[in-house]
Structures are given as structure tokens and as C-alpha cells.
């Protein structure tokens, strides 16, 4: 008996260092698949669009090829590493959605995919930042922000040269339709070439794009750098850090964005609040938020244009005037009319039943353990809820949406690394 306790002893210490070594290793290994994979989600549009100019002409057809093929790719990876009991959470969204998507499909007579095609990139993402270890997830924060800095100094310093690698103007007219407008000369993307009232820094003489090719989603990108600082600073390195302040910073005094301006200094304050804020708090982030915006309206009702207020207004106003089918999802052919709303693009696309599902999952799914998964989750609410306020589908679209899900994805797992669990707890593998 002695003898079979000392080996069974001796087995589990065997096992416990053997396991801690294994884990060791996989820490120290770049997960090649889902850095490309994170990679690619940022910069697969300037890839295409380098392609446009400089090889051959190509098409909506080619965008939604590489979505898809990027999206593919990623669940072919998380199918392989099964899917776990922690995982549920997310794949029971993607399924709800799916049943959503049906529904407004069938009662519309028409195939509508955009909603579940968002809620896949969720899921996606999501998938492979808990999969990722941190090596991994450096390395893919660390050359996405490099690539988009270096095309940012391109554009800054010489808007030909820049134009001569990506030709955004050309790009959006042969994949969007969009053609350029008798007045835009540059070959810049004509939404980025601003007027004179907006608000500016002045350095430049339009908002900057660099490899997202249009404004609105550099923007954004800004912010995703601020969730991925205000979640990792205790973990990253001094040149990590350098490189992504100087990104953010060269976005905000050149792409000309209030809200993300306001939204990197709540990340500043919040990197000391935000640890002291219940996780579940954000539950009641996005009812404030829409209150705060209804009272914006009560007092300013008349306030037009694009600026905070102007924005904030147009929201409330469709959201007042929401079609009651709207809200069961029979409406959906007027989406297009929304897409600079947010939530009422939200409403009109997935129901309010779908509306409730997104707003529970943003809320809930980000872990709240430590003091840096708070930093995560709060920081990841207020982006999004503040983000629908006066913006439109920026957060859903895969440019912000990889990376933002990743690290979200990743920061699940911070304090307990998805390589110590074992095969018991799988269920769809």
C-alpha cells in the first residue's frame, strides 16, 4: 500500500511539472495561424486594394472572398481545438443569431446575412484570442500597429506617394460602388476629405486614413489600441507601449476624431476607476448612455450637423421614430437609411430580441476576475454602447471588430490560460 501510494505521489508530481513544462513551452511558441488570422482581419483591405491598383481591378466579389476565406480559417481552428463549456457563451450567441437571422429571412422573403455575418466575427475572434497565449498576441498588436503607423507617416508626409501604393478612391469605386466625386481629385477616399467646420488639429488637410484606407475606421482603431493598452500595460514591454501611445497619438491629431479623443481619456482615468467598478456595472452602461443622449435631445433638440451633439440627436430622433415593425424585425429592406445609427441600424437588423442578446453578450461575456479584466470589460462596453450612439456599423466591421474581439477573447483567459484545461470539460470536440 505504501509502495502504490509513493508511486501514485511520485506520478502526480510527474505529472504536475511535466504539465507545467508543456505549458511553459506553449506559452513561449508564436501560434503562426492565429497571428496571421489577427493580422489579416486589420489589413486584408489594404492588401486588396494594393491589388486593385497595382495588379488588377477586382471586385465586391474578392472582398467578401477574403472575409469569408479569413473567417473560415478561423473556425476550422477553433472547431479543431473543440469547443469547451467555457466556450458556450459564445457559441450560444452565434446560434441565437442564426435562429434571428432565419426568422427575419423567412418573414421578409429575403435573405438578410449582415447581422449573423457580424455576430460570426464576434465569435471568430473572440475564439482565437482565447486560444492565443501572449506571445502571440503581442506580436499581433505589436506589427498592426506598426503597419498602420508606417502607412499613417506615408499619408502624413506625401498624400501621392500613399495614394500610389492603395488608391482608396479607385478601391471603394470598383468594391463599393462608390464613385469618387467630380471635386476629389487627391485619390483619397472622398469621406475623409472633411469641410472646414469639423473640428481639427490642423496638421493635415483632410482625416487620416492609412491602411484602412477610410477615416472612420482608423478612428476606431484608436480605440481598439486603448482597450489593448488600458488591459496589457502591466504586461507589456517599454517598446510595445512606446509604439502603441505613438499610433493612438498620431490618429487623434490627424484623423481629427471627438469621440475617440473623449473615449482614450476615459481609458486614462478609467486604467485607475475602472478596477473598482463591478463587472456587471455594465450592465447599466448602455441604458445610461441612451438616457443621456435622450437628454441631450430634450435640451438641445434643434442641434444639426456633424459634430457631437449634431450626431447624438440624429440617433434619438431614429430612434423615436422607429417603425414599430421595426422592432420584430418586418423592416429590414430600410436598413441602408440607418447605417450612421448604431442602435437603430441594430434594431432593424436583428429585432429587439437581438438588440437584448448583444447587449447581455458584451456585458457578460468579458471575464471580471482581476483588476485587468475589469480594465478590459469596461473599457470594451463603453467603446461599443458610446461608439452606437453617434457612429454607425465601425464596431461590427472586421477591421475593428478582429483585434478588439481578440483581446477580448484573450483577456477571458488572462489569469487562467486555456492550455490547462483538460480534454473532461469539452463538449463539442
Known amino acids: 500500500m505504501a509502495v502504490s501510494d509513493h508511486k501514485t505521489a511520485s506520478f502526480t508530481i510527474t505529472g504536475t511539472v511535466t504539465g507545467r513544462l508543456d505549458a511553459a513551452g506553449e506559452a513561449s511558441r508564436v501560434d503562426y495561424p492565429v497571428l496571421w488570422l489577427g493580422l489579416l482581419s486589420v ?25 469569408g476565406l479569413i473567417m473560415a480559417s478561423a473556425i476550422i481552428y477553433i472547431l479543431h481545438k473543440g469547443i469547451y463549456e467555457t466556450d458556450l457563451p459564445a457559441f450560444l450567441f452565434l446560434l441565437f443569431t442564426l435562429v434571428v437571422t432565419i426568422y427575419i429571412s423567412v418573414l421578409n422573403r429575403m435573405p438578410f446575412i449582415d447581422h449573423f455575418r457580424n455576430v460570426l466575427i464576434i465569435f471568430c475572434f473572440a475564439g482565437l484570442g482565447s486560444w492565443s497565449n501572449e506571445k502571440t498576441m503581442k506580436l499581433a498588436f505589436r506589427w498592426a500597429s506598426l503597419v498602420v503607423l508606417v502607412f499613417l507617416i506615408f499619408e502624413i508626409i506625401s498624400v501621392p506617394f500613399y495614394v500610389s501604393i492603395v488608391h482608396p478612391s479607385d478601391y ?19 469621406n475623409a476629405l ?31 489600441i486603448a482597450i489593448y493598452l488600458v488591459s496589457t500595460w502591466e504586461r507589456l514591454g517599454r517598446w510595445d507601449r512606446l509604439l502603441c501611445i505613438s499610433t493612438a497619438v498620431l490618429i487623434l491629431v490627424t484623423n481629427d476624431t ?28 448602455m ?51 440607418f447605417a450612421d445609427s448604431g442602435y437603430v441600424y441594430l434594431i432593424y437588423g436583428a429585432t429587439i430580441f437581438g438588440v437584448i442578446a448583444f447587449w447581455l453578450f458584451v456585458c457578460l461575456f468579458p471575464a471580471g ?21 453617434i457612429g454607425g456599423t465601425a464596431v461590427f466591421s472586421m477591421k475593428i471588430a478582429g483585434l478588439l474581439w481578440f483581446v477580448v477573447g484573450y483577456m477571458r483567459f488572462h489569469d487562467s490560460p486555456r492550455i490547462r484545461q483538460g480534454r473532461a470539460a469539452d463538449v463539442l470536440s
Open 287 to 337: 441604458p445610461l448612455i441612451v438616457a443621456a443622449g435622450f437628454l441631450v435631445y430634450v435640451l438641445k433638440p434643434n442641434a444639426t450637423g456633424d459634430n457631437f451633439t449634431g450626431r447624438i440627436n440624429l440617433t434619438m430622433k431614429k430612434i423615436m421614430d422607429l417603425d414599430p415593425l421595426a422592432v420584430l424585425g418586418l423592416s429590414v429592406d430600410r436598413i441602408a437609411d
Open 369 to 389: 476576475r482581476t483588476a485587468a479584466q475589469r480594465r478590459c470589460a469596461h473599457s470594451l462596453s463603453l467603446f461599443i454602447f458610446l461608439n452606437m450612439m
Open 172 to 190: 471603394f469605386a470598383n468594391t463599393r460602388g462608390l464613385l469618387p466625386m467630380s471635386f476629389n481629385k487627391t485619390g483619397l477616399f472622398q
Open 43 to 67: 489589413l486584408y483591405n489594404g492588401i486588396l486594394a494594393f491589388i486593385n491598383h497595382n495588379i488588377v481591378q477586382l471586385s465586391m466579389t474578392h472582398v467578401a472572398a477574403s472575409e
Open 258 to 285: 471627438r469621440t475617440m479623443l473623449i473615449f482614450c481619456f476615459a481609458c486614462i482615468v478609467g486604467y485607475f476607476v475602472f478596477p473598482k467598478i463591478p463587472k456587471n456595472f455594465n450592465l447599466a452602461l
Open 194 to 224: 472633411g469641410f472646414p467646420e469639423r473640428f481639427s488639429f490642423g496638421i493635415i488637410d483632410h482625416r487620416s486614413s492609412s491602411i484602412f484606407l477610410e477615416q472612420v475606421s482608423l478612428a476606431n482603431f484608436c480605440g481598439v
